[in-house]
T-cell receptor, first 118, second 108 residues
Framework: NAGVMQNPRHLVRRRGQEARLRCSPM?????VYWYRQLPEEGLKFMVY????????ESGMPKERFSAEFPKEGPSILRIQQVVRGDSAAYFC????????????????FGQGTRLTVV | KNEVEQSPQNLTAQEGEFITINCSYS?????LHWLQQHPGGGIVSLFM???GKKKHGRLIATINIQEKHSSLHITASHPRDSAVYIC??????????FGAGTRLTVKP
């Protein structure tokens, strides 16, 4: 059973380009969470999705960022017109249960995608 | 002030030393996680706690709900334990909040 797979591991984009980050959850997991980790800072929640639904996007910047988790295929985090401040590590976690973190739940993290905007 | 504070931020130890990393939080929680992040790598969940103490190999995690404090201990530390250790709490409003992490370096 493969773990959470994120690709690419490293992504370099010029300012103004689009970045697409992919996350394939563990088999059997239908809940996906995206987190951003800025240099020297902790993980920050961005968005929580179930298949075909955005459940909580309270951590997403209002502009340029979007996320989806289609019925088939990986979850995609899309950043349009990237700026230098978007440079960060983006982690995806998946869980078999609703809103991981409570007693009896666990989430599994991917290796992350390190986005560098030049 | 962050809702989840970890100390120390950085920790260097000699191989074999006993290590303690602390986490204090200011919100009501239903569970607390300790996560491990290796250099250039992903994040691994080490423990999930809602009370008391858990042990896995050389790792021990404790939590004091009344004092809103948790500790992660590593006995007989080894260079392969070098990583960033992250404390995360599940608050009662279902948010996950993360500490900034403690960077541990264990020297041979």
């Amino acid at each position: 059973n493969a773990g959470v797979m994120q690709n690419p591991r490293h992504l370099v984009r010029r300012r103004g380009q689009e970045a697409r980050l992919r996350c394939s959850p563990m088999k059997g997991h239908s809940h996906v969470y995206w987190y951003r980790q800025l240099p020297e800072e902790g993980l920050k929640f961005m968005v929580y999705l179930q298949k075909e639904n955005i459940i909580d996007e309270s951590g997403m910047p209002k502009e340029r960022f979007s996320a989806e988790f289609p019925k088939e295929g990986p979850s995609i985090l899309r950043i349009q017109q990237v700026v230098r401040g978007d440079s960060a590590a983006y982690f995806c976690a998946s869980s078999p249960k609703l809103t991981w973190g409570g007693v009896g739940t666990e989430a599994f993290f991917g290796q992350g995608t390190r986005l560098t905007v030049v | 002030k962050n809702e989840v504070e970890q100390s120390p931020q950085n920790l260097t130890a000699q191989e074999g030393e006993f290590i303690t990393i602390n986490c204090s939080y200011s919100v009501g929680i239903s569970a607390l996680h300790w996560l491990q992040q290796h250099p250039g790598g992903g994040i691994v969940s080490l423990f999930m706690l809602s009370s008391g103490k858990k042990k896995h190999g050389r790792l021990i995690a404790t939590i004091n709900i009344q004092e809103k404090h948790s500790s992660l201990h590593i006995t007989a530390s080894h260079p392969r334990d070098s990583a960033v250790y992250i404390c995360a709490v599940k608050s009662w409003n279902n948010d996950m909040r993360f500490g900034a992490g403690t960077r541990l370096t264990v020297k041979p």
